[in-house]
Protein backbone atom coordinates (compact mmCIF):
# COMPACT_ATOMS: atom_id res chain seq x y z
CA UNK A 1 0.00 0.00 0.00
CA UNK A 2 1.09 3.61 -1.27
CA UNK A 3 -0.02 5.26 2.13
CA UNK A 4 -0.15 2.82 5.34
CA UNK A 5 0.99 5.12 8.21
CA UNK A 6 -1.85 6.58 10.10
CA UNK A 7 -2.07 8.84 13.18
CA UNK A 8 -4.33 8.89 15.54
CA UNK A 9 -4.15 12.51 15.92
CA UNK A 10 -5.96 14.95 18.20
CA UNK A 11 -9.45 13.25 18.53
CA UNK A 12 -11.40 13.14 21.68
CA UNK A 13 -15.03 11.92 21.82
CA UNK A 14 -17.21 11.34 24.61
CA UNK A 15 -20.33 9.76 24.84
CA UNK A 16 -23.91 10.72 26.94
CA UNK A 17 -26.40 8.99 28.33
CA UNK A 18 -29.90 8.09 26.66
CA UNK A 19 -30.62 7.86 23.05
CA UNK A 20 -31.54 10.28 20.43
CA UNK A 21 -34.82 8.82 20.12
CA UNK A 22 -37.01 11.06 22.37
CA UNK A 23 -40.43 10.19 24.13
CA UNK A 24 -43.50 11.44 23.29
CA UNK A 25 -43.18 15.13 24.99
CA UNK A 26 -46.37 17.00 25.97
CA UNK A 27 -47.96 18.70 23.43
CA UNK A 28 -47.84 21.79 22.56
CA UNK A 29 -50.68 24.78 23.62
CA UNK A 30 -53.20 24.50 20.82
CA UNK A 31 -54.11 27.12 18.43
CA UNK A 32 -58.10 28.27 19.08
CA UNK A 33 -60.96 27.37 16.35
CA UNK A 34 -60.53 30.27 14.67
CA UNK A 35 -56.82 29.99 13.93
CA UNK A 36 -57.35 26.40 12.35
CA UNK A 37 -59.45 27.90 10.24
CA UNK A 38 -58.00 30.56 9.32
CA UNK A 39 -54.80 28.53 8.08
CA UNK A 40 -57.07 25.98 6.01
CA UNK A 41 -58.24 29.27 4.26
CA UNK A 42 -54.88 30.17 3.16
CA UNK A 43 -54.10 26.76 2.69
CA UNK A 44 -56.98 26.31 0.04
CA UNK A 45 -56.55 29.80 -2.39
CA UNK A 46 -54.62 27.51 -4.66
CA UNK A 47 -58.41 26.32 -5.31
CA UNK A 48 -60.12 29.38 -5.27
CA UNK A 49 -61.85 28.77 -8.30
CA UNK A 50 -63.81 25.58 -6.98
CA UNK A 51 -64.34 27.74 -3.87
CA UNK A 52 -65.87 30.73 -5.77
CA UNK A 53 -67.76 28.00 -8.29
CA UNK A 54 -69.20 26.07 -4.96
CA UNK A 55 -70.51 29.01 -2.81
CA UNK A 56 -72.10 31.05 -6.10
CA UNK A 57 -74.46 27.47 -6.69
CA UNK A 58 -74.84 27.70 -2.88
CA UNK A 59 -76.18 31.01 -3.07
CA UNK A 60 -78.20 30.72 -6.20
CA UNK A 61 -79.57 27.52 -4.82
CA UNK A 62 -80.80 29.08 -1.82
CA UNK A 63 -82.01 32.28 -3.71
CA UNK A 64 -84.36 30.52 -5.60
CA UNK A 65 -85.90 27.91 -2.98
CA UNK A 66 -86.32 31.30 -0.50
CA UNK A 67 -88.66 32.48 -3.74
CA UNK A 68 -90.75 29.30 -3.04
CA UNK A 69 -92.60 30.27 0.12
CA UNK A 70 -93.49 34.08 -1.30
CA UNK A 71 -95.17 32.48 -4.16
CA UNK A 72 -96.78 29.76 -1.98
CA UNK A 73 -98.12 33.30 -0.12
CA UNK A 74 -100.13 34.26 -3.03
CA UNK A 75 -101.50 30.83 -4.35
CA UNK A 76 -102.52 30.93 -0.87
CA UNK A 77 -104.36 34.42 -1.02
CA UNK A 78 -105.70 33.99 -4.15
CA UNK A 79 -107.70 30.47 -2.85
CA UNK A 80 -108.74 32.72 0.18
CA UNK A 81 -110.36 35.37 -2.08
CA UNK A 82 -111.86 32.85 -4.24
CA UNK A 83 -113.57 30.85 -1.51
CA UNK A 84 -114.73 34.55 -0.11
CA UNK A 85 -116.24 35.84 -3.63
CA UNK A 86 -116.92 31.96 -4.80
CA UNK A 87 -114.45 32.09 -7.73
CA UNK A 88 -111.30 30.89 -7.68
CA UNK A 89 -108.97 31.67 -10.43
CA UNK A 90 -107.45 28.32 -10.82
CA UNK A 91 -105.36 29.09 -14.51
CA UNK A 92 -103.17 31.90 -12.31
CA UNK A 93 -103.27 29.04 -9.14
CA UNK A 94 -101.57 26.72 -12.12
CA UNK A 95 -99.35 29.13 -13.63
CA UNK A 96 -98.00 29.86 -10.10
CA UNK A 97 -97.56 25.92 -9.30
CA UNK A 98 -96.07 25.24 -12.11
CA UNK A 99 -93.42 28.53 -11.10
CA UNK A 100 -93.01 27.02 -8.03
CA UNK A 101 -91.99 23.54 -9.58
CA UNK A 102 -89.36 25.08 -11.83
CA UNK A 103 -88.03 27.10 -8.85
CA UNK A 104 -87.76 24.15 -6.82
CA UNK A 105 -86.01 21.49 -9.55
CA UNK A 106 -83.97 24.41 -10.68
CA UNK A 107 -82.51 24.87 -6.84
CA UNK A 108 -82.51 21.01 -6.73
CA UNK A 109 -79.85 21.09 -9.88
CA UNK A 110 -78.15 24.44 -8.99
CA UNK A 111 -77.33 22.40 -5.36
CA UNK A 112 -76.05 19.14 -7.44
CA UNK A 113 -73.81 21.12 -9.10
CA UNK A 114 -72.88 22.98 -5.87
CA UNK A 115 -72.26 19.52 -3.78
CA UNK A 116 -70.36 18.29 -6.84
CA UNK A 117 -67.90 20.76 -6.79
CA UNK A 118 -67.22 21.06 -3.05
CA UNK A 119 -66.34 17.64 -3.26
CA UNK A 120 -64.21 17.92 -6.21
CA UNK A 121 -62.62 20.41 -4.02
CA UNK A 122 -61.98 18.92 -0.68
CA UNK A 123 -60.89 15.86 -2.33
CA UNK A 124 -58.07 17.80 -4.62
CA UNK A 125 -57.01 19.67 -1.40
CA UNK A 126 -56.27 16.98 0.86
CA UNK A 127 -54.77 15.38 -2.53
CA UNK A 128 -52.95 18.52 -2.38
CA UNK A 129 -52.32 18.14 1.22
CA UNK A 130 -50.93 14.77 1.45
CA UNK A 131 -48.23 15.53 -1.46
CA UNK A 132 -47.08 18.01 1.09
CA UNK A 133 -47.15 16.29 4.17
CA UNK A 134 -45.00 13.75 2.25
CA UNK A 135 -42.36 16.25 0.93
CA UNK A 136 -42.34 18.03 4.11
CA UNK A 137 -41.14 14.47 5.33
CA UNK A 138 -38.62 14.05 3.15
CA UNK A 139 -37.61 18.03 4.03
CA UNK A 140 -37.06 17.76 8.25
CA UNK A 141 -34.01 16.78 9.79
CA UNK A 142 -33.46 13.21 10.68
CA UNK A 143 -33.04 14.53 14.21
CA UNK A 144 -37.19 15.65 14.13
CA UNK A 145 -37.90 12.32 13.01
CA UNK A 146 -36.08 10.62 15.65
CA UNK A 147 -37.53 12.41 18.22
CA UNK A 148 -40.95 11.73 17.25
CA UNK A 149 -43.09 8.53 17.41
CA UNK A 150 -43.93 6.98 14.30
CA UNK A 151 -47.47 6.46 14.83
CA UNK A 152 -47.86 9.76 15.78
CA UNK A 153 -46.70 10.97 12.60
CA UNK A 154 -48.37 8.11 10.46
CA UNK A 155 -51.71 9.39 12.20
CA UNK A 156 -50.64 12.82 10.75
CA UNK A 157 -50.43 11.87 7.19
CA UNK A 158 -54.02 9.67 7.56
CA UNK A 159 -56.29 10.32 10.15
CA UNK A 160 -55.88 14.23 10.50
CA UNK A 161 -56.41 13.92 6.51
CA UNK A 162 -59.25 12.33 6.17
CA UNK A 163 -60.55 13.98 9.33
CA UNK A 164 -60.11 17.42 7.39
CA UNK A 165 -61.53 16.21 3.95
CA UNK A 166 -64.36 14.16 5.69
CA UNK A 167 -65.33 18.76 6.97
CA UNK A 168 -64.62 19.94 3.78
CA UNK A 169 -66.47 17.07 1.79
CA UNK A 170 -69.63 17.39 3.68
CA UNK A 171 -69.87 20.21 6.82
CA UNK A 172 -68.26 23.10 4.92
CA UNK A 173 -70.60 22.67 2.24
CA UNK A 174 -73.54 22.29 4.31
CA UNK A 175 -72.51 25.27 6.44
CA UNK A 176 -72.17 27.43 3.01
CA UNK A 177 -75.69 26.75 2.56
CA UNK A 178 -76.86 26.99 5.82
CA UNK A 179 -75.77 30.40 6.26
CA UNK A 180 -77.00 31.88 3.11
CA UNK A 181 -79.99 30.12 3.76
CA UNK A 182 -79.91 31.48 7.13
CA UNK A 183 -79.42 35.55 5.62
CA UNK A 184 -81.79 34.77 3.15
CA UNK A 185 -84.67 33.82 5.33
CA UNK A 186 -83.80 36.69 7.75
CA UNK A 187 -83.94 39.28 4.48
CA UNK A 188 -87.37 37.79 3.15
CA UNK A 189 -88.90 37.57 6.65
CA UNK A 190 -87.87 40.94 7.34
CA UNK A 191 -89.37 42.07 3.77
CA UNK A 192 -92.45 40.02 4.64
CA UNK A 193 -93.70 40.55 8.17
CA UNK A 194 -91.22 42.46 10.24
CA UNK A 195 -92.97 41.83 13.83
CA UNK A 196 -92.40 37.95 12.82
CA UNK A 197 -89.34 38.33 12.11
CA UNK A 198 -88.25 39.92 15.20
CA UNK A 199 -90.38 37.02 17.23
CA UNK A 200 -87.91 34.49 15.48
CA UNK A 201 -84.60 36.02 15.13
CA UNK A 202 -84.82 36.35 19.18
CA UNK A 203 -84.98 32.55 19.55
CA UNK A 204 -82.26 32.53 16.99
CA UNK A 205 -79.70 35.02 19.02
CA UNK A 206 -80.69 32.57 22.22
CA UNK A 207 -79.10 29.97 20.19
CA UNK A 208 -76.23 31.21 19.14
CA UNK A 209 -75.50 32.22 22.11
CA UNK A 210 -75.85 28.29 23.45
CA UNK A 211 -73.70 27.28 20.89
CA UNK A 212 -70.65 29.86 21.37
CA UNK A 213 -70.25 29.03 24.86
CA UNK A 214 -70.65 25.05 24.12
CA UNK A 215 -67.80 25.18 21.50
CA UNK A 216 -65.61 27.14 23.36
CA UNK A 217 -65.82 24.85 26.27
CA UNK A 218 -65.67 21.79 24.30
CA UNK A 219 -62.61 22.68 21.50
CA UNK A 220 -59.86 21.65 23.91
CA UNK A 221 -61.27 18.58 24.46
CA UNK A 222 -61.50 17.48 20.29
CA UNK A 223 -57.40 18.60 20.54
CA UNK A 224 -56.68 16.38 22.96
CA UNK A 225 -58.67 13.66 20.89
CA UNK A 226 -56.47 13.90 18.37
CA UNK A 227 -53.04 14.21 20.49
CA UNK A 228 -54.18 11.09 21.99
CA UNK A 229 -55.40 8.93 19.00
CA UNK A 230 -51.43 9.76 17.32
CA UNK A 231 -50.42 8.72 20.79
CA UNK A 232 -52.32 5.53 20.75
CA UNK A 233 -51.76 4.73 17.30
CA UNK A 234 -47.80 5.56 18.01
CA UNK A 235 -47.87 2.77 20.83
CA UNK A 236 -50.03 0.02 18.74
CA UNK A 237 -47.50 0.37 15.54
CA UNK A 238 -44.74 -0.01 17.84
CA UNK A 239 -45.99 -2.78 19.70
CA UNK A 240 -46.97 -4.59 16.80
CA UNK A 241 -43.76 -4.27 15.09
CA UNK A 242 -41.90 -5.76 17.87
CA UNK A 243 -44.68 -7.96 19.07
CA UNK A 244 -42.16 -11.48 18.95
CA UNK A 245 -40.50 -9.06 21.58
CA UNK A 246 -43.12 -8.19 23.56
CA UNK A 247 -43.84 -11.59 23.82
CA UNK A 248 -40.49 -13.07 24.40
CA UNK A 249 -39.78 -10.51 27.38
CA UNK A 250 -43.40 -11.38 28.91
CA UNK A 251 -44.47 -7.70 28.34
CA UNK A 252 -48.02 -8.20 26.98
CA UNK A 253 -48.92 -6.98 30.33
CA UNK A 254 -47.01 -3.73 30.86
CA UNK A 255 -47.88 -2.85 27.03
CA UNK A 256 -51.73 -3.49 27.53
CA UNK A 257 -51.19 -1.33 30.64
CA UNK A 258 -50.23 1.70 28.90
CA UNK A 259 -52.50 0.85 25.23
CA UNK A 260 -55.45 0.98 28.90
CA UNK A 261 -53.88 4.38 29.67
CA UNK A 262 -53.44 6.31 26.74
CA UNK A 263 -57.20 4.51 25.74
CA UNK A 264 -58.93 5.47 28.88
CA UNK A 265 -57.33 9.26 27.98
CA UNK A 266 -58.62 8.90 24.95
CA UNK A 267 -61.74 7.79 25.46
CA UNK A 268 -62.07 10.70 28.33
CA UNK A 269 -61.23 13.67 25.99
CA UNK A 270 -63.73 11.80 23.15
CA UNK A 271 -66.72 11.23 25.60
CA UNK A 272 -66.57 14.66 26.64
CA UNK A 273 -66.41 16.14 23.49
CA UNK A 274 -68.87 14.22 22.11
CA UNK A 275 -71.24 14.94 24.98
CA UNK A 276 -70.61 18.35 25.17
CA UNK A 277 -70.88 19.13 21.10
CA UNK A 278 -74.18 16.72 21.66
CA UNK A 279 -75.74 19.34 23.39
CA UNK A 280 -76.13 21.53 20.91
CA UNK A 281 -78.35 19.63 18.66
CA UNK A 282 -81.18 19.16 21.38
CA UNK A 283 -80.96 22.66 21.90
CA UNK A 284 -80.89 23.80 18.71
CA UNK A 285 -83.85 21.79 18.08
CA UNK A 286 -85.56 23.41 21.43
CA UNK A 287 -84.83 26.73 20.49
CA UNK A 288 -86.25 26.09 16.88
CA UNK A 289 -89.80 24.67 17.75
CA UNK A 290 -90.16 27.52 20.14
CA UNK A 291 -89.51 30.34 17.43
CA UNK A 292 -91.72 27.93 15.58
CA UNK A 293 -94.64 27.84 17.96
CA UNK A 294 -94.28 31.63 18.76
CA UNK A 295 -94.64 32.62 15.44
CA UNK A 296 -97.18 30.37 14.60
CA UNK A 297 -99.44 31.63 17.99
CA UNK A 298 -98.17 35.37 17.09
CA UNK A 299 -99.30 35.10 13.58
CA UNK A 300 -102.77 34.29 14.35
CA UNK A 301 -103.09 36.93 16.49
CA UNK A 302 -101.95 39.38 13.96
CA UNK A 303 -104.65 37.62 11.53
CA UNK A 304 -107.40 38.17 13.76
CA UNK A 305 -106.36 42.04 14.52
CA UNK A 306 -106.24 42.43 10.41
CA UNK A 307 -102.78 43.72 10.98
CA UNK A 308 -101.65 41.27 8.77
CA UNK A 309 -102.87 38.02 5.84
CA UNK A 310 -103.39 34.78 6.17
CA UNK A 311 -101.31 33.96 3.08
CA UNK A 312 -98.26 36.43 5.16
CA UNK A 313 -98.98 34.07 7.91
CA UNK A 314 -98.60 30.91 5.79
CA UNK A 315 -95.67 31.43 3.90
CA UNK A 316 -93.93 32.65 7.04
CA UNK A 317 -94.14 29.50 8.52
CA UNK A 318 -92.51 28.25 5.50
CA UNK A 319 -89.51 30.77 6.66
CA UNK A 320 -89.43 30.24 9.87
CA UNK A 321 -88.80 26.18 8.98
CA UNK A 322 -85.97 27.55 6.72
CA UNK A 323 -84.77 29.81 9.26
CA UNK A 324 -84.34 27.03 12.15
CA UNK A 325 -83.26 24.56 9.86
CA UNK A 326 -79.71 26.27 9.43
CA UNK A 327 -79.11 26.25 13.52
CA UNK A 328 -80.09 22.67 13.54
CA UNK A 329 -77.24 22.00 10.52
CA UNK A 330 -75.02 24.43 12.21
CA UNK A 331 -75.21 22.50 15.85
CA UNK A 332 -74.55 19.25 13.73
CA UNK A 333 -71.22 20.64 11.84
CA UNK A 334 -69.87 22.10 14.58
CA UNK A 335 -69.17 18.84 16.08
CA UNK A 336 -67.26 17.67 12.90
CA UNK A 337 -65.67 21.33 12.44
CA UNK A 338 -63.98 21.12 15.84
CA UNK A 339 -62.52 17.74 15.31
CA UNK A 340 -61.64 19.07 12.01
CA UNK A 341 -59.79 21.93 13.56
CA UNK A 342 -58.08 20.20 15.71
CA UNK A 343 -56.49 17.75 12.88
CA UNK A 344 -56.25 21.15 10.68
CA UNK A 345 -53.77 22.05 13.73
CA UNK A 346 -51.46 19.09 13.61
CA UNK A 347 -51.14 19.20 9.89
CA UNK A 348 -50.14 22.67 9.65
CA UNK A 349 -47.67 22.10 13.35
CA UNK A 350 -45.96 19.89 10.89
CA UNK A 351 -46.07 21.99 7.87
CA UNK A 352 -44.10 24.83 10.49
CA UNK A 353 -41.36 22.27 11.49
CA UNK A 354 -38.13 23.40 10.64
CA UNK A 355 -36.75 22.31 7.32
CA UNK A 356 -32.67 21.30 6.01
CA UNK A 357 -31.10 24.27 4.86
CA UNK A 358 -31.81 25.08 1.57
CA UNK A 359 -29.12 23.51 -1.13
CA UNK A 360 -29.62 25.95 -4.16
CA UNK A 361 -26.88 26.28 -6.01
CA UNK A 362 -24.52 23.42 -4.27
CA UNK A 363 -22.58 20.85 -6.09
CA UNK A 364 -24.37 18.43 -7.47
CA UNK A 365 -22.32 16.17 -8.73
CA UNK A 366 -18.91 14.86 -8.07
CA UNK A 367 -16.59 12.51 -10.55
CA UNK A 368 -13.31 10.76 -9.41
CA UNK A 369 -14.35 9.77 -6.10
CA UNK A 370 -12.78 6.36 -6.35
CA UNK A 371 -9.46 8.25 -6.00
CA UNK A 372 -10.62 10.58 -3.00
CA UNK A 373 -9.36 11.39 0.33
CA UNK A 374 -12.01 11.38 2.98
CA UNK A 375 -11.33 13.88 5.85
CA UNK A 376 -12.39 14.40 8.97
CA UNK A 377 -11.08 17.70 10.33
CA UNK A 378 -12.19 19.49 13.56
CA UNK A 379 -15.36 17.52 14.04
CA UNK A 380 -17.97 18.86 16.59
CA UNK A 381 -21.21 17.02 17.36
CA UNK A 382 -23.87 16.79 20.06
CA UNK A 383 -27.21 15.15 19.74
CA UNK A 384 -28.65 17.64 22.00
CA UNK A 385 -27.56 21.06 21.90
CA UNK A 386 -24.98 21.37 24.79
CA UNK A 387 -24.13 17.50 25.28
CA UNK A 388 -21.40 16.84 22.68
CA UNK A 389 -20.34 13.31 21.52
CA UNK A 390 -17.98 13.97 19.63
CA UNK A 391 -15.09 16.56 20.19
CA UNK A 392 -12.22 18.05 17.91
CA UNK A 393 -12.39 14.81 15.55
CA UNK A 394 -9.62 14.53 12.57
CA UNK A 395 -8.70 11.55 10.99
CA UNK A 396 -8.01 11.19 6.83
CA UNK A 397 -9.37 7.37 5.45
CA UNK A 398 -6.94 7.26 2.34
CA UNK A 399 -8.46 6.28 -1.49
CA UNK A 400 -9.64 2.82 -1.63
CA UNK A 401 -8.63 1.66 1.92
CA UNK A 402 -11.13 -0.21 3.74
CA UNK A 403 -11.88 1.26 7.23
CA UNK A 404 -13.12 -0.74 10.55
CA UNK A 405 -14.76 1.05 13.32
CA UNK A 406 -14.66 -1.48 16.41
CA UNK A 407 -15.45 -0.61 20.31
CA UNK A 408 -18.42 -1.46 22.62
CA UNK A 409 -21.99 -0.59 21.92
CA UNK A 410 -22.41 3.37 22.91
CA UNK A 411 -18.79 4.29 21.62
CA UNK A 412 -19.96 6.71 18.72
CA UNK A 413 -19.43 4.28 15.95
CA UNK A 414 -22.71 4.89 14.01
CA UNK A 415 -22.54 8.61 14.84
CA UNK A 416 -19.57 8.69 12.19
CA UNK A 417 -21.56 7.06 9.55
CA UNK A 418 -24.33 9.35 10.38
CA UNK A 419 -22.14 12.37 9.97
CA UNK A 420 -20.60 11.42 6.74
CA UNK A 421 -23.76 10.79 5.42
CA UNK A 422 -24.84 14.23 6.27
CA UNK A 423 -27.89 12.49 7.90
CA UNK A 424 -27.08 15.29 10.73
CA UNK A 425 -25.20 18.12 10.18
CA UNK A 426 -21.65 18.81 12.56
CA UNK A 427 -22.15 21.50 14.96
CA UNK A 428 -18.66 22.29 13.52
CA UNK A 429 -15.72 22.08 11.79
CA UNK A 430 -15.74 19.96 8.13
CA UNK A 431 -16.09 16.00 6.55
CA UNK A 432 -14.73 16.36 2.85
CA UNK A 433 -14.62 13.68 0.03
CA UNK A 434 -11.65 14.63 -2.31
CA UNK A 435 -11.21 18.11 -1.38
CA UNK A 436 -14.42 18.92 -1.26
CA UNK A 437 -16.91 19.76 1.52
CA UNK A 438 -20.19 17.78 1.94
CA UNK A 439 -21.62 20.61 4.07
CA UNK A 440 -20.62 21.78 0.38
CA UNK A 441 -22.57 19.37 -1.61
CA UNK A 442 -26.36 18.61 -1.83
CA UNK A 443 -27.30 15.56 0.55
CA UNK A 444 -28.40 13.71 -2.44
CA UNK A 445 -25.01 14.14 -3.98
CA UNK A 446 -23.02 12.77 -0.79
CA UNK A 447 -25.63 9.85 -0.36
CA UNK A 448 -25.30 8.80 -4.14
CA UNK A 449 -21.32 8.41 -3.47
CA UNK A 450 -22.16 5.64 -0.76
CA UNK A 451 -23.99 2.02 -0.83
CA UNK A 452 -24.81 0.88 2.67
CA UNK A 453 -26.08 -2.59 4.46
CA UNK A 454 -27.03 -1.39 7.76
CA UNK A 455 -27.99 -4.23 10.82
CA UNK A 456 -31.47 -3.38 10.57
CA UNK A 457 -32.82 -5.15 7.32
CA UNK A 458 -35.35 -2.72 5.51
CA UNK A 459 -37.50 -4.18 2.54
CA UNK A 460 -40.91 -2.82 1.17
CA UNK A 461 -43.66 -4.39 -0.06
CA UNK A 462 -42.61 -5.08 -3.76
CA UNK A 463 -41.21 -7.73 -6.24
CA UNK A 464 -37.99 -9.02 -5.11
CA UNK A 465 -36.24 -7.59 -8.16
CA UNK A 466 -37.84 -4.09 -7.06
CA UNK A 467 -36.25 -4.58 -3.61
CA UNK A 468 -32.61 -5.66 -4.82
CA UNK A 469 -32.99 -2.70 -7.55
CA UNK A 470 -34.17 0.25 -5.17
CA UNK A 471 -32.47 3.36 -5.92
CA UNK A 472 -30.84 2.22 -9.29
CA UNK A 473 -32.24 2.77 -12.36
CA UNK A 474 -31.81 0.52 -15.54
CA UNK A 475 -30.78 -2.50 -14.04
CA UNK A 476 -30.34 -5.50 -15.96
CA UNK A 477 -31.58 -9.42 -14.48
CA UNK A 478 -27.64 -10.22 -15.14
CA UNK A 479 -26.83 -7.48 -12.61
CA UNK A 480 -29.32 -8.58 -9.79
CA UNK A 481 -28.75 -12.48 -10.28
CA UNK A 482 -24.91 -11.86 -10.44
CA UNK A 483 -25.03 -9.96 -6.96
CA UNK A 484 -27.81 -12.40 -5.30
CA UNK A 485 -25.28 -15.50 -6.40
CA UNK A 486 -22.40 -13.76 -4.60
CA UNK A 487 -23.90 -13.59 -1.21
CA UNK A 488 -25.26 -16.81 -1.90
CA UNK A 489 -29.34 -15.53 -2.08
CA UNK A 490 -30.37 -16.67 -5.41
CA UNK A 491 -31.08 -20.53 -4.64
CA UNK A 492 -33.72 -19.02 -1.98
CA UNK A 493 -34.94 -16.70 -4.40
CA UNK A 494 -35.62 -19.21 -7.00
CA UNK A 495 -37.80 -21.23 -4.68
CA UNK A 496 -39.48 -18.64 -4.32
CA UNK A 497 -43.44 -19.05 -6.41
CA UNK A 498 -42.38 -16.73 -9.12
CA UNK A 499 -39.15 -16.35 -8.12
CA UNK A 500 -37.80 -12.84 -8.46
CA UNK A 501 -41.15 -11.55 -9.41
CA UNK A 502 -42.07 -12.33 -5.96
CA UNK A 503 -43.88 -9.93 -4.13
CA UNK A 504 -42.66 -9.57 -0.21
CA UNK A 505 -45.52 -8.38 1.95
CA UNK A 506 -45.67 -9.30 5.67
CA UNK A 507 -46.59 -12.67 5.36
CA UNK A 508 -43.66 -12.96 3.08
CA UNK A 509 -41.64 -16.30 5.32
CA UNK A 510 -38.61 -14.86 5.30
CA UNK A 511 -35.62 -15.18 8.00
CA UNK A 512 -33.85 -12.13 9.43
CA UNK A 513 -30.42 -13.46 7.77
CA UNK A 514 -32.61 -13.70 4.27
CA UNK A 515 -33.27 -10.38 4.92
CA UNK A 516 -30.01 -9.05 5.52
CA UNK A 517 -28.02 -10.97 2.76
CA UNK A 518 -31.22 -9.43 0.73
CA UNK A 519 -29.91 -6.06 1.39
CA UNK A 520 -26.21 -6.78 1.19
CA UNK A 521 -27.30 -7.57 -2.54
CA UNK A 522 -28.70 -4.40 -2.90
CA UNK A 523 -25.05 -2.72 -1.64
CA UNK A 524 -23.93 -4.53 -4.45
CA UNK A 525 -25.76 -3.73 -7.24
CA UNK A 526 -25.72 -0.28 -6.38
CA UNK A 527 -22.15 -0.29 -6.99
CA UNK A 528 -21.24 2.84 -5.52
CA UNK A 529 -17.76 4.20 -4.82
CA UNK A 530 -17.66 4.33 -0.91
CA UNK A 531 -19.27 1.97 1.14
CA UNK A 532 -20.72 1.56 4.95
CA UNK A 533 -21.03 -1.71 6.46
CA UNK A 534 -23.49 -1.51 9.77
CA UNK A 535 -22.56 -4.90 11.36
CA UNK A 536 -23.49 -6.13 8.04
CA UNK A 537 -23.65 -9.55 9.07
CA UNK A 538 -24.56 -9.51 12.55
CA UNK A 539 -28.03 -11.31 11.71
CA UNK A 540 -26.37 -14.63 9.98
CA UNK A 541 -25.12 -17.39 10.73
CA UNK A 542 -21.32 -18.41 10.94
CA UNK A 543 -21.39 -20.04 7.37
CA UNK A 544 -23.06 -17.62 5.64
CA UNK A 545 -21.41 -15.15 7.03
CA UNK A 546 -18.01 -16.41 5.48
CA UNK A 547 -19.79 -16.31 2.22
CA UNK A 548 -20.54 -12.97 2.45
CA UNK A 549 -17.67 -12.21 3.97
CA UNK A 550 -15.82 -13.41 0.64
CA UNK A 551 -18.69 -11.23 -1.52
CA UNK A 552 -18.07 -8.44 0.74
CA UNK A 553 -14.06 -8.98 0.30
CA UNK A 554 -14.75 -8.52 -3.38
CA UNK A 555 -17.20 -5.55 -3.22
CA UNK A 556 -14.62 -3.38 -0.72
CA UNK A 557 -11.86 -4.35 -3.73
CA UNK A 558 -10.97 -0.69 -4.80
CA UNK A 559 -13.51 1.45 -2.57
CA UNK A 560 -13.07 3.34 0.29
CA UNK A 561 -15.10 1.17 2.59
CA UNK A 562 -16.36 2.06 6.21
CA UNK A 563 -17.14 -0.71 8.65
CA UNK A 564 -18.86 -1.02 11.95
CA UNK A 565 -18.53 -4.27 13.35
CA UNK A 566 -18.56 -6.29 16.54
CA UNK A 567 -18.22 -9.50 15.06
CA UNK A 568 -13.90 -9.20 14.77
CA UNK A 569 -13.68 -11.96 12.63
CA UNK A 570 -15.08 -9.33 9.67
CA UNK A 571 -12.93 -6.96 10.08
CA UNK A 572 -9.21 -9.16 10.06
CA UNK A 573 -8.33 -7.89 6.78
CA UNK A 574 -9.02 -3.83 6.91
CA UNK A 575 -6.38 -1.52 6.45
CA UNK A 576 -6.54 0.28 9.79
CA UNK A 577 -9.04 -0.23 12.52
CA UNK A 578 -10.42 2.44 14.71
CA UNK A 579 -10.56 1.34 18.38
CA UNK A 580 -13.43 3.27 20.48
CA UNK A 581 -13.50 3.14 24.53
CA UNK A 582 -15.97 5.18 25.95
CA UNK A 583 -16.35 7.78 23.01
CA UNK A 584 -12.50 7.91 23.03
CA UNK A 585 -10.73 6.50 19.95
CA UNK A 586 -7.99 4.42 21.81
CA UNK A 587 -5.81 2.56 19.71
CA UNK A 588 -5.29 2.40 15.71
CA UNK A 589 -3.62 0.13 13.26
CA UNK A 590 -4.23 -3.03 11.39
CA UNK A 591 -5.45 -6.58 13.31
CA UNK A 592 -1.98 -7.80 13.44
CA UNK A 593 -0.18 -4.57 14.79
CA UNK A 594 -3.20 -3.75 17.73
CA UNK A 595 -3.17 -7.80 18.78
CA UNK A 596 0.73 -6.74 18.99
CA UNK A 597 0.09 -4.08 20.96
CA UNK A 598 -1.46 -6.34 23.51
CA UNK A 599 -4.13 -3.40 24.72
CA UNK A 600 -8.05 -2.90 24.40
CA UNK A 601 -8.51 -4.36 20.79
CA UNK A 602 -6.74 -7.70 22.34
CA UNK A 603 -8.68 -8.11 24.84
CA UNK A 604 -12.05 -7.80 22.31
CA UNK A 605 -10.30 -10.42 20.38
CA UNK A 606 -9.68 -12.89 23.17
CA UNK A 607 -12.84 -12.47 24.58
CA UNK A 608 -15.06 -13.30 21.12
CA UNK A 609 -12.26 -16.12 20.10
CA UNK A 610 -9.98 -19.01 21.92
CA UNK A 611 -6.21 -18.49 22.85
CA UNK A 612 -5.61 -20.59 19.94
CA UNK A 613 -7.32 -18.92 17.25
CA UNK A 614 -5.83 -17.71 14.20
CA UNK A 615 -4.36 -14.21 13.75
Known amino acids: MAKNSYSLGQVQMKTTGGGRRGGMGAAEKPKDFTSAWKMVWNYSKRLLPMIILGISCAIIGVVLTLFGPNVLKNITNLIKAGMETGTIDLETIATMT???????????????????????????????????????????????????????????????????????????????????????CAIMMLITNVKLALVGMVFALVGFISMKYIIQYSQPYFVNRSVFLGQLNGHIEEMYAGHIIVKGYNGEEESRGIFDEINERLYDANWKSQFLSGMMMPIMELVGNLGYVAVCVYGAYLVATNQTDFGTVVAFIVYIKLFTQPLVQVAEGTTNLQTAAAAAERIFQLFQEEEMSNETGKITHIDNIEQADVVFENVNFGYVPGKPIIKNFNFTVYPGHHVAIVGPTGAGK?????????????DSGSISIGGIKTSDMTRECVHSQFCMVLQDTWLFNGTVRDNLAFGKEHVSDEEIIKACKAVG????????????????NDDSNMSVGQRQLMTIARAMITNAPLLILDEATSSVDTRTEQQVQDAMNKLTEGRTSFTIAHRLSTIKDADIILVMKDGDIVETGNHKELLEKNGFYAELWNSQFTEGAAI
Do not use: C, W
Request: no cysteine.
Open 489 to 504: IHHYIGSLPQGYDTVL
Open 414 to 426: TTLVNLLMRFYEL
Open 98 to 184: IHIMILYVLSAVITYVESYTMTTFSSRLTQMMRNDVSHKLNRIPLSRADSSSFGDLLSRVTNDVDTLNMALDKTIAELIAAAITFVG
